[in-house]
């Protein structure tokens, strides 16, 4: 059972930044492909960036050059830096964890989840 525990949401304006984090529980987290999920109302869970096991990173294109994944291993954290938000980034962003490493994009294909952390970006 792996544990995910997310922080770093809130509220900020248009332009701003947040750096959201996700801390596992499991010392083998380097092994685990992670991915940044978000979620508006009334609209689908989908997936925003990843980082496979091997730290290739993914990027969907409305965040790309915008958002950056990061994980440091020895704090078993990843984090999602964003900057540049718009309101349109307005969520509640998930963390999810592959086992195998590889590099899927559907929320059913990630093991483990976090409990999830709300954004807000006002306009």
């Known amino acids: 059972q792996v544990q995910l525990v997310e922080s770093g949401g809130g509220l900020v304006q248009a332009g701003g930044s947040l750096r959201l984090s996700c801390a596992a529980s499991e010392r083998t987290f380097s092994m685990f492909s992670v991915g940044w999920f978000r979620q508006a109302p009334g609209k689908e869970r989908d997936l925003v960036a990843a980082?496979?096991?091997?730290?290739?990173?993914y990027y969907t294109d409305s965040v790309k050059g915008r958002f950056t994944i990061s994980r440091d291993n020895a704090k078993n954290t990843v984090y999602l830096q964003m900057n540049s938000l718009k309101p349109e980034d307005t969520a509640v962003y998930y963390c999810?964890?592959?086992?195998?490493?590889?590099?899927?994009?559907?929320?059913?294909?990630?093991?483990?989840w976090g409990q999830g952390t709300q954004v807000t970006v006002s306009s």
């Open positions: 999810a964890v592959r086992l195998d490493g590889r590099f899927l994009g559907r929320p059913q294909d990630y093991h483990y």
């Open positions: 980082m496979i096991s091997g730290a290739s990173t």
